[in-house]
């Protein structure tokens, strides 16, 4: 009964460099989103992917790029991070088209340096 | 999807009910009332939802006004675990993707 699980849980990263946060569900849902939450805001939607084969721009898309590799997995990646990155990221699942029973990881906390 | 506004912080003793408001005067027809929920750190975690009626679960129940303009999350019996910051979302019934606010951060009190 994992649910959503990200890795890595922390990480530090100089301006600069690139990396890969990874995000897998067993719940067999169809849809995947990545959100930051930076201190003391709300979530903000980075990208999204509706269904296995596709993703969508969210509110803040600048800056990251994703990969839904299968229907288990969504990889959010930063290309040259900069220190307005640093946030705490999660990851969601749901059932497609529903509001409820969105199923989040335990967050990563990345400090760009 | 409508906007919504929340008071930024309430507080609660332990024991008591605990009423959470949320404004959302540009509500349409279609629009759901979603709530969740975000204890420290953690990711958020799905309450309860409702379109028109009032809705109860295992959790909270959730009061529509007849117009739809406001609702109002119960936490019937807060304990101190019910500490959080509380979101009111609205959005369209099909829509794909769910906007999170600033939220309520409710404190409860021993």
């Known amino acids: 009964n994992a649910g959503v699980t990200q890795t890595p849980k922390f990480q530090v990263l100089k301006t600069g460099q690139s990396m890969t946060l990874q995000c897998a569900q067993d719940?067999?849902?169809?849809?995947m989103y990545w959100y930051r939450q930076d201190p003391g805001m709300g979530l903000r939607l980075i990208y999204y992917?509706?269904?296995?084969?596709?993703?969508d721009k969210g509110e803040v898309p600048n800056g990251y790029n994703v990969s839904r590799l299968n229907k288990r997995e969504f990889s959010l990646r930063l290309e040259s991070a900069a220190p307005s990155q640093t946030s705490v990221y999660f990851c969601?699942?749901?059932?497609?088209?529903?509001?409820?029973?969105?199923?989040f990881g335990s967050g990563t906390r990345l400090t760009v340096v | 999807d409508a906007k919504t506004t929340q008071p930024p912080s309430m507080d609660c003793a332990e024991g008591r009910a605990a009423n959470l408001p949320c404004n959302h005067s540009?509500?349409?027809?279609?629009?759901?009332v979603y709530w969740y929920r975000q204890i420290h750190s953690q990711g958020p975690q799905y309450i309860i939802h409702?379109?028109?009626n009032n809705e109860t679960n295992e959790m909270a129940s959730l009061i529509i006004t007849e117009d739809r303009k406001s609702s109002t999350l119960i936490l019937p019996h807060a304990t101190l675990r019910d500490t959080a910051v509380y979101y009111c979302?609205?959005?369209?019934?099909?829509?794909?993707?769910?906007?999170f606010g600033q939220g309520t951060r409710l404190t409860i009190n021993p």
């Open positions: 969601a699942s749901s059932e497609a088209y529903r509001g409820d029973g969105y199923t």
């Open positions: 409702g379109l028109k």
């Open positions: 540009t509500i349409s027809g279609n629009e759901y």
């Open positions: 992917s509706a269904s296995e084969g596709t993703t």
């Open positions: 979302i609205v959005r369209v019934g099909g829509a794909q993707k769910l906007v």
């Open positions: 719940m067999n849902h169809n849809s």
